[in-house]
Nanobody, 122 residues
Framework: QVQPVESGGGLVQAGGSLRLSCAAS????????VGWFRQAPGKDREFVSA????????DYPDSVKGRFTISRDNAKNTVYLQMNSLKPEDTAVYYC???????????????WGQGTQVTVSS
């Protein structure tokens, strides 16, 4: 019943920054664990970040640690992914997803957005 919607993707040069947003109408969105995943062509979907309703953040994978930051504004029913120092290998479709368990596996999340393309040029 919850349908996340991503926005904020685009084309950026290496070293640049983007902020992705994941939003859904209704207050119930604030009660979910929200995760970010990404998928590049020919690759498996990769966990990027997740945050609980109370603001607990799962450990970032090494590929993005120190560069990406997840946050949420429950009053706005919105979760953000701030991406700094972007690299060409960050190029992927980025998805946000809502679920009931704070886990890194995609199978813990029941509701998925359509994805937003992030392209980082060298």
């Amino acid at each position: 019943q919850v349908q996340p919607v991503e926005s904020g993707g685009g084309l950026v040069q290496a070293g640049g920054s983007l902020r992705l947003s994941c939003a859904a109408s209704g207050r119930t969105f604030s009660s979910y664990v929200v995760g970010w995943f990404r998928q590049a062509p020919g690759k498996d979907r990769e966990f990027v970040s997740a945050i609980t309703r109370n603001g607990y953040i799962l450990d970032y994978p090494d590929s993005v640690k120190g560069r990406f930051t997840i946050s949420r504004d429950n009053a706005k029913n919105t979760v953000y992914l701030q991406m700094n120092s972007l690299k060409p290998e960050d190029t992927a479709v980025y998805y946000c997803a809502a679920g009931g368990r704070a886990l890194r596996t995609e199978y813990a999340y029941d509701y998925w957005g359509q994805g937003t393309q992030v392209t980082v040029s060298s």
